[in-house]
């Protein structure tokens, strides 16, 4: 079946524009995450959805970031007035539950270049 | 607060040997763990997972790892490396319970296999 899918798979933008990237989650899985995968910082969460709500948004490293999810399904993470160290690989992941024996999937990722 | 450490940051094999990545964990409870895998310009791929029933774990492609509770240890271990297995592999914690849901990744091993 299909798996997780992200676009754009690149985005090169300029500093100080905003930027929002996509997932799609495998069908029927309810729990959704961001992670962030950077030379510096390694790979890092985000944010988790349960539904449509976002429980834990712990790891969003600034107010320029958000994330909504609608319709249990489709995720967009946007990124206001990018910097230069906003520039990673995004990592979205699905999960068929929220629960930590559950695998989580992940897809192919978003890198993010900020010039 | 859960965490994974990866011992080493890079090893190197010869095509054929065997193969020890090592990963130690700190938890308040028993843990859910896993390994990951990312192959060069890959997605992350699940290799394996530990979640309290049998202590040896068997993956895919010949990969097995031993949970031990008195060495707060997950090593990942395959008898015979293959040239495909060279790769980044990650120690993963899972942080759950209440209004998380969340991995915790080590810093990753980037394994090689020499010819």
């Known amino acids: 079946g299909a798996g997780v899918s992200q676009s754009p798979s690149n985005k090169v933008t300029e500093k100080g524009k905003d930027v929002e990237l996509r997932c799609d989650p495998i069908?029927?899985?309810?729990?959704l995450y961001w992670y962030r995968q950077s030379l510096g910082q390694g790979l890092e969460f985000l944010i988790y959805?349960?539904?449509?709500?976002?429980?834990?948004k712990s790891g969003l490293p600034s107010d320029r970031f958000s994330a909504e999810r609608t319709g249990g399904s489709v995720s967009t993470l946007t990124i206001q007035r990018t910097q230069q160290e906003d520039s990673a690989v995004y990592l979205c992941?699905?999960?068929?539950?929220?629960?930590?024996?559950?695998?989580?999937?992940f897809g192919p990722g978003t890198r993010l270049t900020v010039t | 607060a859960q965490s994974v450490t990866q011992l080493d940051s890079h090893v190197s094999v010869s095509e054929g040997t065997p193969v020890l990545l090592r990963c130690n964990y700190s938890?308040?409870?028993?843990?859910?763990l896993f390994w990951y895998v990312q192959h060069p310009n890959k997605g992350l791929q699940l290799l394996l997972k530990?979640?309290?029933?049998?202590?040896l774990v068997k993956g895919i492609n010949g990969f097995e790892a031993e949970f031990k509770k008195s060495e707060t240890s997950f090593h990942l271990t395959k008898p015979s490396a293959h040239m495909s297995d060279a790769a980044e592999y990650f120690c993963?914690?899972?942080?759950?319970?209440?209004?998380?849901?969340?991995?915790?990744f080590g810093t990753g091993t980037l394994l090689a296999v020499q010819p």
């Open positions: 959805f349960q539904g449509n709500s976002a429980p834990d």
């Open positions: 993963v914690v899972s942080v759950g319970g209440g209004a998380t849901n969340k991995l915790i």
């Open positions: 938890s308040s409870y028993s843990p859910s």
């Open positions: 992941a699905s999960s068929l539950a929220a629960s930590g024996g559950y695998e989580q999937y």
């Open positions: 530990y979640t309290s029933a049998a202590t």
């Open positions: 069908s029927g899985h309810t729990a």
